[in-house]
């Protein structure tokens, strides 16, 4: 009973993340990249509500796999055309999907801080650095056809940073600075490799991994 509740506040979260994008689709027609990223942003905080309401580790890995499931074929049928309203080819979605299934997998039960560093290092540092990146002029570059910038990469690597100090202080696991930095490097340098999306399974993999061993 417990574990139905929950799913019921975090069905209700995931919804108002999917209208969210909905509404911006039509509102922000010329803005392809704002309604996924509504989703890519808004997925994260499921993880610590799932954490905080105390969700099994196989209702968790259940439910995380059929909704990657459901996203591999949103992918093939555009079903919810707003996920996948970008201009290039992707398969960020769906990689953000089997990413938290195996952070559950691998990581829930024992060390959820873990689960949770990984999925809003990506939801949050790689998620506002691709809106904020492309609207403010910076030097940029090209890694493997994937435009980078300054500002995008400064956006990535400052608000991993912040993540990484408030669940390292939040959950008193006592990672100290030179650990903080080199995790952040980390996503920030797998964030630059990122044909076809592949970002959204290495960094909070990698993350997570990290986080774990050093914790």
Known sequence: MRNFYSLIIIGGWLFIVLSCSFLSSKLFPKQEELSRKIVHIGSGPIIPLAWWLDVSSNIAIVVASIITICLAVNYQLRLFTSIENIGRRSFGTILYGLSISSLLILFWENCPSAVTAGV??????????????????????????????????????????????????????????????????????????????????TVPLVVAISWQWMF
Request: net charge neutral; proline share 4%.
């Open 120 to 201: 809003l290092v990506m939801a949050f540092g790689d998620g506002l650095a691709g809106l904020i990146g492309p609207k403010i002029k910076s030097p940029h570059w090209f890694i493997m056809g994937q435009k980078k910038s300054v500002i995008g990469t400064l956006t990535i690597g400052s608000i991993s940073a912040l993540i990484l100090v408030i669940i390292n202080y939040a959950t008193g696991s006592h990672l100290d600075l030179n650990n903080i930095c080199l995790i952040t490097s980390l996503a920030i340098a797998l964030e630059q490799i990122s044909p076809l999306g592949i970002d959204n399974l």
